[in-house]
């Protein structure tokens, strides 16, 4: 599985109703699972995010339906970068 970070912001939607995101990150882990991705860890932040997403997923075309599916809730923008593990940088790295 590929290995992707997620920076979040709340929208205003979000910051509004802030005491509901532990529920809505419970759902964000089902709606992970259900399209075979998995949300490994959360973190809320301080700075120009509010949270850091860690996740994996099959491929890159299901870690986009997760996020697009997220962000059509409206309550945060997200903004998601493919990372490499080091065995993978390495391999990389080796090919050159």
């Excluded at 997923?57 to 490499?84: H, M």
Aim: proline share 2%; charged share 30%; no cysteine.
């Amino acid at each position: 599985m590929s290995t992707y970070i997620s920076l979040l912001r709340f929208t205003q939607k979000g910051i509004e109703s802030v005491k509901e995101s532990p529920g809505r990150l419970d759902a964000a882990r089902k709606a992970f699972e259900k399209v075979g991705a998995r949300l490994k860890d959360f973190y809320l932040v301080s700075g120009q995010y509010d949270a850091v997403v860690i996740s994996e997923a099959p491929d890159d075309a299901t870690a986009a339906k997760v996020s697009l599916s997220l962000a059509t809730r409206g309550n945060v923008r997200t903004e998601t970068l493919r990372a490499f593990t080091e065995e993978e940088f390495r391999k990389i790295v080796a090919e050159l």
